[in-house]
């Protein structure tokens, strides 16, 4: 079946930090991929979309560029804030389906 | 954004018993999810719900799990009897359509089961 891989379990960063986290998929058609970030005690909330090859999508200084020769959707910010301090999930809409494949999920923690 | 809320937010009951969580999806909202979480595990889906029926649920969704919305009011998932192995956070969440649609969710229901 469908499946969602991501790569870091934790990132731990400094104030104006990089962030990239690796997420790759795998379907046997040709889905949409998401990003959720999830803060603690609330549900996962939607950070952007992208549904077609080389499309990226973009939110709060996060972007994403969907990849289907590598099958990846990795996101990316410059400059991070300890505001972004959450669990980050990709997930994955399958074609003309209804449930969201959830990657495991990456906690960033950032310091100041 | 659009909010899903769901009541109780926690909920802790003894094996065997009956439990009902609720939900009340963004109101134009025309499909509904349940997703199950255990602690430190990732989302899974469970069922979704369209126009009063089931349309899709995983092997995750049991015989003592059933799901329904009377009357348009609350999304509703019954676990009837409930079992050790239920305790987990269960999100609700609602979308317009399928496919690239994102869904929102709400803030989840921790379900213990002692």
């Known amino acids: 079946g469908d499946s969602v891989t991501q790569t870091e379990g934790q990132v731990a960063l400094s104030e104006e930090d990089f962030l990239t986290i690796h997420c790759n998929y795998s379907?046997?058609?040709?889905?949409?991929l998401f990003w959720y970030v999830q803060y603690p005690g609330e549900g996962p909330q939607f950070l952007f979309r992208?549904?077609?090859?080389?499309e990226k999508g973009s939110s709060r200084g996060f972007e994403a560029t969907y990849d289907k020769g590598t099958t990846s959707f990795h996101l990316r910010k410059a400059s991070v804030q300890e505001s972004d301090s959450a669990v980050y999930y990709c997930?994955?809409?399958?074609?003309?389906?209804?449930?969201?494949?959830f990657g495991t999920g990456t906690t960033v923690s950032v310091s100041p | 954004g659009p909010k899903v809320l769901q009541i109780p937010s926690h909920q802790i009951i003894d094996m065997g018993q009956m439990v009902t969580l609720n939900c009340d999806p963004v109101?134009?909202?025309?499909?509904f999810y349940w997703y199950k979480q255990i602690l430190g595990q990732q989302m899974e889906f469970l069922v979704n719900?369209?126009?009063?029926?089931?349309?899709?649920k995983s092997k995750l969704f049991k015989d003592q799990f059933s799901v329904e919305r009377p009357d348009g009011s609350y999304f509703t998932l019954k676990i009837q009897p409930t079992a050790l192995e239920d305790s987990a956070v269960y999100f609700c969440?609602?979308?317009?359509?399928?496919?690239?649609?994102?869904?929102?969710f709400g803030p989840g229901t921790r379900l213990t089961v002692l």
């Open positions: 969440a609602s979308s317009l359509g399928t496919g690239d649609y994102e869904q929102y």
């Open positions: 379907a046997s058609g040709y889905p949409a």
């Open positions: 992208a549904s077609r090859d080389k």
């Open positions: 997930a994955l809409g399958e074609q003309g389906g209804r449930a969201l494949i």
């Open positions: 109101s134009n909202h025309l499909y």
């Open positions: 719900f369209y126009n009063g029926k089931v349309m899709e």
